[in-house]
């Protein structure tokens, strides 16, 4: 499935982060790739990344990969971090907390895709680094980094009930705004290094760095 999906964000100005729980989409992957084409059919001159995110299958992410490339995608953002990814199935931030899994699964995926491949990490791990060098051994041309972290926003005191809370129902959900920004600059730097002392950078390996961004200030700080 193309990452995409309907949820509810809880804003707390006081503290400026946001809270985001994401139900996985229920829309058709035919309309995902209809809108890529339209994307890239209207802005042909212009880089189109598409978000995925599948299960534990081989099939499944090679179907993704060659249909995505087929309306014209130029490079893929591969979600291994999601905190909402349907666990059991392996599905993202479950897939990107084990080495193993990854592993193999970033090698299905650069052994079929001809375009560049990122790898997005979780922060939701003890080391973001163990991860991040799985993924460029096993082919990724770049880095994606933060994620959302996994949250629990804050307890209704009347209700007895996690926030936020949906006709008394609750999970836990994805931590971002600029709130985040300190512990993203940390998690891009600690995988800025690896990549250096491991001579990747030297082979054009890319890092991406999310998380709080909101200025143009935000973003000279993590170049």
Known sequence: MVCAGAGICCRLPRLMVLCCVVLP?????????????????????????????EEYSKDAWEEIIERCEAVGVDAFEVNFSCPHGLPERKMGMAMGQDCDVLGEVCGWINAKATVPVWGKMTPNITDITQPALVAVQQGCEGIAAINTIRSVMGINLDTLR?????????????????????IALEKVMSISRLLQQRGFREQGTSLSGIGGVETGGDAAEFI
Do not use: H, N, Q, W
């Not at 309309?31 to 995110?53: F, N, Q």
């Not at 996690?162 to 300190?182: D, F, L, M």
């Open 25 to 53: 989409p229920d829309r058709p992957f035919e309309t995902m790739l209809a809108e890529l084409k339209r994307l890239k059919d209207d802005y042909p001159g212009r880089v189109l990344i598409a978000s995925i995110m």
């Open 162 to 182: 996690p926030e936020p809370c949906v006709e008394g129902y609750s999970t836990p959900g994805g931590y971002s705004y600029r709130a985040v920004k300190p």
